[in-house]
């Protein structure tokens, strides 16, 4: 793309707006690059990127790049091997931090919205949490370690703190002692050492060593060579605790080198993704959406907006070139908004093209081109002593030698600046050379000529800039497919000239060409009426055709979950009942077993006839569950309002209108309105009592099989109770009728305890010891509530 065009458009200004949203300066020299791509696969995915970052900033809030920074720095340093200041490995920690929260921000369940383009970009993110903790462990500041970075160091500045403790004490003795001969009676600090401040004429009755002098001369900074050796101590201390200090910056230097590369890679793709947060955080400022991209050469901008103007005061506009046009000729009145919509045009088109969301309805679409050139603006040079007419034609010679049909050419007030019939003619020339090439144009002009150019070219589209005679302001606001009406007798009527000069005016010009402006202005109003139609239409259309696909997405989704879980509702149910059958025969061949060893054949004939009762009933639950529900009562007629029952999504629904004369009526199932027939619907029932058996029954038919019988044998009295209760709260639930509660004979301690426990337990409803046959008093066998 020409450095040119990004200047004129002031596709610069949009970078410094962008710059405001970053969170590093790495990122903004990213922005400093930034420039349109080269190709549309490159386009719709830096797109992407944009709209899944504004989107992850609407589900999920700000990334967290908080405490990120350019390390660029220490990075360099470190792949030097030199020495790390501890503000440059708090900032690498920093930003191996950020590495890893950003994997937990992105990450999302399998039924979640995925993210594409930055999942791929993340997933080079390499977490290092090792050299992450160390780095923190150690360093707690910018210019501060921890005591708990070695327990060398730790050592070395608990010695210095008793050293520093016992010298104060000395010190505060001998301030004491020498009180009479000191300037004030405290002691202060020179190059690290403790003196006293001793008065200039006491010099010899303070034996020590002079350090320093005041300004005055009358103090000196004596330390006592009582305190030499202390001194001297706590110097060495702190040479040792600079050493170690240096010594643990050196290894931790050393583990970032060891690790350069990954911690390289880190921060470069951390600084890839704030830039492309920061677009999505400028796209919420414009209120930008992403548009769809083309590489046929034609656009469609919905409610285009100029970026760089006040939003309060900017008019949105529809622009478009459709499909069989590929030039437009935009006429109207000086300050009417000529100039801005070439530039709303071709810096939307490079801002869409570098990436950035643009401001614009939502349907937009724009066109992928390899160059964009303008010619904007009074270029006249006094330096090389060109006209204004000069400047632009040699800017439109560069532009006729570059441009092909993979370029868009904007041209502002073409041919201007010289002899208007000439100016007008090389107009015409001049586009008609650029259409040869399959280039698309947009120019401004005030010429008629070229008017009538747009009207009776192929592929030419006239459009104008409305004017408001009655108030004698621009409206600002695109009509295209008509070319602009020229005003100049309706202002100066309203400002005061004499209508007989108006008159003697319109004499002086052929009655065709009056004819030929009232047609315009026809044209106009009817023109205004139809494109405001059509968009409202079309816009409606998009937006209802977007709805329509959002919500079959969702119902997709609500199906497939739904079915879903009935799936794995009758596969858990029948594992139940197996199991129940299995546990049912096992119980029975054991008491067959006993009765071999002693029961009689009445006992026997019972239990098979038990069995058999139990055999069916389970054999009727598994039936039941697999057996479709009954959908209820059919409806003949629904009215608005009334409350039905839809089976094929198991859930009540609305209903919003009468039938149809197929039968189809429209009801409200939760968010979503959905059509259906009549036949669909079932008369709705069931009240909150049958809703609460029914999720009773659910409740119990989820529960894991529960044994019949809890041992509580072994068990000390608190962790027997605390067993015995939650194992009856599962047996309720499970829906168990009688259990046996095994606590042993022994002293009869835990027996008491367990019946004390059974008097008020709520699911509880009758007890008693066990039988003979049954354990005994070793047992208590509870009936539950149902």
């Known amino acids: 793309m020409n450095d040119k065009a990004l200047r004129v458009l002031e596709f610069d200004k949009i970078k410094e707006q962008l710059k405001k949203y970053t969170a590093t300066s790495a990122s903004k020299d990213i922005i400093d690059e930034l420039k349109p791509y080269d190709s549309a696969f490159e386009v719709r995915e830096h797109l992407e990127e944009t709209r899944e970052a504004f989107q992850l900033l609407i589900k999920k809030g700000d990334p967290p790049f908080e405490g990120m920074y350019d390390v660029r720095e220490g990075i360099g340093k470190a792949e030097k091997g030199f020495l790390l200041l501890p503000v440059q490995l708090l900032r690498i920690a920093n930003l191996l931090r950020c590495a890893r929260r950003f994997k937990g921000y992105i990450g999302h369940k399998e039924e979640e919205e995925s993210f594409r383009v930055i999942e791929d ?58 009180a009479q001969y000191l300037q004030e009676s405290i002691y202060t600090v020179r190059g690290e050492r403790y003196v006293l401040p001793v008065k200039v004429e006491y010099k010899g009755a303070v034996p020590g060593l002079v350090h320093d002098q005041s300004s005055s001369g009358a103090t000196l900074y004596i330390e006592p060579m009582s305190l030499v050796d202390l001194n001297n101590e706590i110097k060495e201390l702190k040479l040792k605790e600079k050493a170690e200090i240096e010594r643990i910056l050196q290894e931790l230097s050393g583990k970032i080198y060891d690790n350069i590369d990954l911690v390289k890679n880190n921060a470069n793709i951390l600084w890839e993704l704030d830039f492309i947060f920061t677009k999505a955080k400028y796209a919420g400022s414009i209120n930008g959406i992403c548009p769809d991209i083309n590489e046929n050469g034609h656009f469609n901008i919905i409610r285009a907006k100029h970026p760089l103007i006040d939003p309060k005061v900017v008019v949105a506009n529809d622009t478009y070139l459709r499909e069989g046009i590929n030039s ?30 643009i401001p614009a309805g939502e349907g937009s679409e724009i066109s992928f081109f390899k160059e964009v050139f303008a010619d904007i603006g009074d270029e006249q040079s006094i330096e090389q002593s060109l006209s204004t007419f000069s400047s632009h034609m040699t800017n439109i010679v560069k532009i006729i030698n570059n441009a092909d049909e993979n370029s868009l050419a904007l041209f502002d007030e073409l041919g201007a600046g010289t002899d208007p019939t000439e100016g007008a003619a090389l107009a015409v020339s001049i586009l008609e050379n650029l259409r040869s090439r399959g280039a698309k144009i947009i120019a401004t002009t005030h010429y008629s000529e070229l008017k009538a150019y747009a009207l009776k070219t192929e592929g030419v589209e006239n459009a104008s800039v409305e004017f408001d005679v009655e108030t004698l302001r621009p409206t600002y606001r695109l009509l295209i497919g008509v070319p602009g009406k020229s005003n100049a007798f309706e202002i100066s009527k309203r400002l005061g000239l004499p209508d007989y000069i108006i008159d003697d005016a319109k004499e002086g010009i052929s009655e065709e060409t009056l004819k030929f402006e009232d047609l315009i202005q026809s044209l106009q109003d009817k023109n205004i009426k139809a494109q405001r139609y059509e968009r409202e239409a079309e816009g409606a259309k998009e937006e209802a055709v977007k709805l329509k696909e959002k919500y079959e997405e969702k119902l997709d989704r609500f199906q497939n979950i739904r079915e879903k879980a009935t799936l794995e509702a009758q596969r858990e149910a029948k594992k139940i009942v197996k199991e129940a059958k299995e546990e049912a025969d096992r119980i029975l061949k054991d008491i067959r077993e006993l009765e071999r060893m002693g029961y009689s054949s009445e006992v026997r004939q019972q239990l098979e006839e038990n069995r058999r009762k139990l055999k069916e009933k389970l054999d009727n639950v598994e039936e039941a569950m697999l057996k479709p529900k009954d959908q209820g009562e059919e409806l003949k007629e629904v009215y608005e309002g009334q409350e039905v029952y839809l089976p094929k999504f198991d859930t009540k629904v609305i209903v919003l209108t009468t039938p149809d004369n197929k039968g189809d009526v429209q009801v409200q199932a939760g968010i979503m309105k959905i059509n259906v027939n009549i036949k669909d619907l079932r008369l709705s029932k069931g009240g909150k009592e049958e809703k609460k058996k029914k999720q009773k029954k659910e409740i119990r038919l989820n529960l894991r099989q529960i044994a019949s019988s809890v041992d509580l044998r072994g068990m000390d009295s608190e962790e027997a109770l605390y067993t015995a209760d939650k194992y009856l709260d599962d047996a309720y639930l499970a829906g168990l009728g009688e259990v046996t509660i095994i606590h042993g004979k022994g002293s009869g301690i835990l027996r008491k305890a367990i019946n004390d426990m059974l008097k008020r337990h709520p699911h509880v409803k009758s007890y008693r010891l066990g039988e003979y046959g049954e354990g005994g008093n070793g047992v208590t066998v509870a009936e539950l509530k149902q």
């Open 121 to 178: 970009i993340a997933e080079g993110l390499v977490p290092i949490k090792k050299l992450e903790d160390e780095i923190f462990t150690a360093i707690l500041g910018e210019e501060e370690i921890s005591d708990r970075a070695s327990t060398t160091l730790y050592n070395i500045r608990k010695a210095l703190r008793d050293k520093s403790t016992s010298i104060k004490s000395k010190v505060n003795s001998l301030v004491r002692s020498y």
């Open 328 to 357: 437009l000729v935009i006429t109207g009145p000086n300050t009417g908004g000529k100039t801005v919509t070439l530039k709303t045009v071709g810096l939307l088109h490079i801002m869409a093209m570098s990436g950035i969301m």
